[in-house]
């Protein structure tokens, strides 16, 4: 099994930043796609923003042009640089992995336990 183990989270100002990291606790065999989701009170959880193992970055709208997500495949992390942040970003955030753990196993999905970010002043 894999855990993904999430840090950075925490309460910051509008305008503030914060850099979320998100570690698989063992290695894997490959790894496709690695993300970040969110999800505020009352909603759904959303896609943040997502890189694939060639390093291209996939983002919401909400995120395109203040935050940046990118891997270390050597180290199977992955984070989400977060600038300008507004309290429409408060949410849960959660790390994904989408890959193989060992070459027996085929391609499964794995979810962080989720950080809090809060954008309050």
């Known amino acids: 099994q894999v855990q993904l183990v999430e840090s950075g989270g925490g309460l910051v100002q509008p305008g503030g930043s914060l850099r979320l990291s998100c570690a698989a606790s063992?290695?894997?065999?490959?790894?496709?796609?690695m993300g970040w989701y969110r999800q505020a009170p009352g909603k759904e959880r959303e896609l943040v923003a997502a890189i694939t193992s060639g390093g291209r970055g996939n983002y919401a709208d909400s995120a395109k042009g203040r935050f940046t997500i990118s891997r270390d495949n050597a180290k199977n992390t992955v984070y989400l640089q977060m600038n300008s942040l507004k309290p429409e970003d408060t949410a849960v955030y959660y790390c994904h992995l989408e890959g193989r753990v060992t070459y027996l196993d085929r391609v499964k999905e794995y979810w962080g336990q989720g950080t809090q970010v809060t954008v309050s002043s």
């Open positions: 063992r290695s894997i065999f490959s790894i496709n796609d």
